[in-house]
């Protein structure tokens, strides 16, 4: 293990590789040297000393990549820091209040539990219809789901300070 991080993502339209690479760059102009990858790209953790990982949501649930990332490097999750991010609500207010309060997944809150993550944040996503295909379009205008890019960069860019900050202080 030597001190870089890792900051892994699973997205399908592009806008949660986007945050990943904002944490990303927070890190390394923190002085930390990071890695930011696609969930699916990342075979081994040993180089890492703490990992980031992030997905967006769809219908209530990670990306497979990311629920994956979870299963296979479980156990050297648990012995790391870990931070995760979910991403995805649309509109204006609390990210978090926006999903009536889900932050992660149900399905992976047992592997969550053993990891131990140091937090667990939601971020604002990005609902752009242009990319979607023909049932996407239509699921969201079902449910009325707010449309554009909400994403809110100045909290991704505090939440991986505290990153940085956590790192540099256990250094
Ligand atoms: C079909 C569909 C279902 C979605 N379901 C959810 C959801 O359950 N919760 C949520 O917060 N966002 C949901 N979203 C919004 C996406 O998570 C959001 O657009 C996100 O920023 C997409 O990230 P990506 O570009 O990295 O794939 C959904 C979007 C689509 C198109």
């Not at 629920?67 to 995760?84: D, I, S, T």
């Not at 996503?125 to 079902?142: A, L, P, S, T, Y």
């Amino acid at each position: 293990m030597d001190n870089r991080v890792l900051v892994a993502y699973a997205t399908k339209y592009g806008a949660t590789g986007e945050i990943a690479e904002r944490i990303g760059q927070v890190l390394r102009e923190a002085g930390l040297p990071t890695d930011v990858l696609p969930a699916d790209r990342v075979s081994d953790l040993t180089p890492y000393q703490a990992v980031v990982l992030g997905s967006a949501v769809y219908i209530g649930k990670w990306r497979k990549e990311a629920v994956k990332f979870l299963q296979a490097h479980e156990e050297m999750l648990a012995e790391r820091p870990v931070w995760l991010f979910s991403s995805g609500p649309a509109g204006e207010g609390d990210a978090v209040e926006l999903m009536d309060g889900w932050r992660f997944p149900k399905g992976q809150q047992a592997i969550a539990d053993r990891i131990q993550p140091r937090d667990i944040a939601v971020f604002h996503g990005h609902v752009n219809m242009d990319k979607m295909n023909f049932i996407e379009r239509w699921m969201i205008k079902n449910v009325q789901s707010p449309v554009g890019d909400f994403r809110d960069w100045d909290a991704v860019t505090s939440w991986a300070t505290a990153i940085a900050d956590a790192l540099k202080e256990a250094a």
